[in-house]
């Protein structure tokens, strides 16, 4: 054979090895922990996880006892087996919820997904890296923090304040304020009754408050736009800018004045309260009624049009 015939020969066979597929080194065993905790009345519970999703559920009467649910995936059968769900009061009766991997250590690709089912919480912390949150139902002063995940509450009653990266956000019916950070996200909040502030990094916002709630809003976003609902009782003063987009106000029978500048508009509503604040970078800002708010005939001085870029 010569050479040239060898070479080609030889280049064949890195070539068809190097259509070789490698096998990722995945966690492909799964084992399922569970935990019964007596319920103490108005503690908090606290949700510690490195990795995987978290759901926490109302469920259940006062003297129920807490349910704790965990599926494991280890990288093979003895590290499953090793890996341990704790479910445990610390002296002030928090509940604290979290995986103990072995020897300390969880190995790549390894995850846990929590679910916690709880008559009652005074107050709520869920941590988790690399998975989401869900809450329903839920209640008390809570904190979520989330990496490379999404939050989702269907129903709570108290405060939520969080921080989430790489992840969108949705809240609906929250009977409390909202406060909160996303970084490569967008925020969607649906119904809640108290002070929003809420700050986002690469996604849009759109609030829609309940009808009673009179404010105030403060939410910033870049390079995204922001969107707003409100019922008739919104108060204060509302100033809404944004640095590339046009800014439409639409509250017909709430405006009192309104000053225009440029692509900012500042409105004195007819009712005092505290001020709200919308800014957007590269995006609309968007203001108008709930669609379940009374109709009331409109007035050509009260409806604005898009500001000019």
């Known amino acids: 054979m010569s ?13 068809c090895l190097g259509w070789v597929p490698v096998s990722p080194a995945i966690a ?26 978290v759901e926490v559920v109302r ?33 002030d ?22 679910k916690v089912e709880v008559p009652q919480t005074s107050a709520l912390r869920v941590n988790t890296g690399n998975g989401s949150v869900k809450l329903s139902n839920t209640s008390g002063e809570t904190l979520l923090s989330v990496n490379n995940g999404s939050i989702n509450v269907r129903g709570h009653e108290g405060p939520i304040s969080f921080e989430v990266t790489n992840g969108k956000t949705e809240m609906r019916d929250v009977r409390g304020s909202v406060g909160g950070r996303a970084i490569n996200g967008g925020a969607t909040l649906t119904g809640v009754s108290g002070e929003v502030t809420v700050e986002c990094t690469n996604g849009p916002i ?35 800018s944004t640095a590339n987009g046009e800014v439409r106000i639409e509250l017909p029978g709430l405006i009192k004045s309104m000053k225009e500048d440029h692509r900012a508009r500042v409105v004195e509503l007819m009712t005092d309260g505290d001020q709200s604040e919308l800014t957007a970078s590269n995006g609309d800002v968007k203001v108008k009624l709930i669609e379940d708010a009374p109709a009331s005939s409109e007035k050509p001085s009260e409806k604005s049009e898009p500001a000019k870029k």
């Open 3 to 15: 050479f040239n015939a060898r070479w080609i020969s030889g280049m064949l066979v890195v070539a």
């Open 28 to 53: 492909d065993v799964t084992a399922t922990k569970t935990q019964q905790v007596d319920h103490v009345k108005d503690r908090a519970l606290d949700v510690r996880n490195e990795a995987g999703d």
């Open 59 to 91: 469920a259940g009467e006062e003297n129920a006892k807490v349910r704790v649910k965990a599926t494991i995936k280890a990288e093979n059968k003895e590290r499953a087996g090793k890996t341990k769900l704790s479910a445990e009061r610390e002296a």
């Open 93 to 114: 009766g928090t509940l604290v919820v979290e995986i103990h991997w072995p020897d300390g250590e969880r190995k790549a690709f390894e995850s846990a997904s929590i």
């Open 206 to 240: 759109d609030i829609r408050l309940s009808a009673d709630n009179k404010g105030p809003v403060k939410a910033k976003t870049s390079n995204a736009g922001v969107s707003l609902a409100v019922g008739k009782v919104f108060a204060g003063e509302l100033r809404a």
